[in-house]
């Protein structure tokens, strides 16, 4: 028994000689290739938690501005509505000129008229006023007035 003792003993410390360095080292890349499995799967997550974060500081950035945006749209929209403000006003102008144009013309027109109406009603007054002897008188002196104007010859 104890040779057979002995030569498991033996033929235990040969093998782990022999073998010991195989099995470390098949260990050795066991380990290490779980270690490198679990290193690239915390680097995938340190990556993943980074790109979240960065979206989060993107996402903060663009609320920030988002009140920037929404203040430059408002005063937009107070320039639109004072523009069409303004566009509004000019017409009410424009309109009311040619009204106004419009009843000076009318006003003249009137004045033209009564004007010329009196001035033929005079004119056909004095015509009918005009007696046929005053007529005589009047062209007989009109006569007598170029005779002495004209030279004697």
């Not at 260990?27 to 290739?33: G, R």
């Not at 144009?101 to 004007?115: C, G, H, P, S």
């Not at 004119?123 to 009047?138: F, M, R, W, Y």
Request: charged share 30%; aromatic share 6%; proline share 1%.
């Amino acid at each position: 028994k104890q040779w057979y003792q002995r030569r498991v003993a033996i033929t235990a410390g040969g093998l782990g000689k022999k073998i010991g360095p195989m099995v470390i080292d098949g260990l050795d890349k066991y380990t290490a290739s779980i270690e490198t499995t679990m290193s690239e799967g915390k680097q995938v997550q340190i990556a993943a938690y980074e790109e979240a974060i960065a979206e989060e500081k993107a996402a903060i950035e663009s609320l920030q501005l988002a009140g920037d945006i929404f203040h430059i749209k408002r005063e937009l929209v107070q320039i639109e509505i004072e523009a069409e403000y303004r566009r509004r006003i000019k017409t009410v102008h424009t309109e009311v000129k040619k009204r106004l144009d419009y009843q000076v013309e009318l006003e003249n027109t009137k004045k033209a008229f009564i004007r010329n109406h009196i001035v033929a009603w005079l004119e056909k007054e004095v015509i009918a006023s005009i007696s046929a002897e005053q007529e005589e008188a009047n062209i007989n002196q009109c006569i007598a007035s170029l005779s002495l104007l004209a030279p004697s010859q």
